[in-house]
């Protein structure tokens, strides 16, 4: 890749912002890119993301391999994030935007946990903090290239998620999250779509299939053979090839599809592993993961 120059012959690598709520992990995910090469400031205030590419550039970082960390200290954050951005993209680089967040219920567990009170609380309770925080964030989420929700991750899955996404940069095109989940237990929330497959027959009836997951061969057949499911495929492969292509052209590099059935068991994990397996053979990236399998 060629990186863009700045103003004194410099180049400006294209690099990841890391941002998202207090206690979600950035700085878990800053440690992941650390281990996998890349140059990565944590902590950094916005108005300082020019100067970080610059000096970058000076240096010949590696291109598309240096992250900054930002957290809102401030209630310019917004004002400031959104304008180095508009700076860095206005000097010819490519920025993307990493955004982690959790449940309000699991941030107050790992604030409680490390007994240390929420940054933007100030007199205030831990829940008027995440509050508050989640209010200034709600822009720079909505407008994210990557949402990552780490309510029901550790440390060791969302470092193998932060591995998945940037691991491999050179190489082009979407980059695809399939996951199964069960409408039971809620929608995820990093979703960009979803896919609803309780329209076909539930395994869970059928005795011999009830222990089994979509991953197994009788259920996986089971559910193939019903009427409509390879219709359905079919569709939404189409589908999500247009959605691809309009994805990259609008710069996004990460999407996250949700194939949900009643229970997250049967019919949405081998309905997942299906679509995942038509993308791959489209020249996708696909990453899978099922939810909900061994909540039952």
């Not at 941002?19 to 944590?42: H, P």
């Not at 989420?141 to 932060?162: C, G, M, P, Q, Y």
Request: proline share 5%; glycine share 10%; net charge negative.
């Amino acid at each position: 890749m060629t990186q863009p120059q700045t103003g004194d012959g410099a180049t400006t690598p294209a690099f990841v912002i890391i941002t998202g709520m207090s206690g979600a992990g950035r700085s878990t995910a800053a440690k992941a890119l650390e281990d996998l090469g890349w140059f990565v400031i944590d902590n950094l205030p916005p108005g300082l993301l020019f100067s970080l590419a610059e000096e970058a550039g000076r240096a010949n970082l590696p291109a598309d391999k240096v992250a900054a960390v930002v957290d809102v200290r401030s209630l310019a954050f917004t004002t400031d994030l959104n304008a180095a951005i508009e700076e860095l993209e206005a000097r010819g680089a490519a920025v993307r935007v990493a955004f982690l967040e959790a449940s309000d219920e699991e941030l107050v567990r790992r604030f409680e946990n490390v007994r240390r009170p929420h940054p933007l609380q100030g007199e205030g309770r831990l829940v008027d903090g995440i509050a508050r925080e989640r209010g200034i964030l709600r822009d720079v989420r909505a407008n994210a290239d990557l949402v990552i929700d780490t309510s029901t991750l550790n440390v060791h899955e969302l470092r193998r998620k932060i591995v998945a996404f940037f691991g491999g940069e050179d190489r082009p095109g979407l980059r695809v999250n399939v996951v199964s989940f069960g409408y039971k237990y809620g929608l995820p929330v990093d979703a960009d779509l979803v896919v609803d497959c309780r329209f076909l027959p539930n395994p869970h009836w059928v005795p011999e299939l009830r222990p089994m997951t979509g991953l197994d061969a009788p259920v996986r057949d089971y559910v193939l053979g019903q009427p409509g499911a390879k219709a359905f495929l079919d569709a939404y492969e189409e589908v999500m090839g247009v959605v691809a292509a309009g994805y990259t052209r609008e710069g996004k590099s990460f999407a996250t599809l949700a194939v949900g059935c009643t229970g997250g068991k049967h019919r949405s994990v081998a309905m997942a592993e299906q679509l995942a397996a038509r993308l791959r053979e489209r020249g996708m990236e696909v990453q899978v993961s099922h939810r909900d399998t061994g909540r039952e």
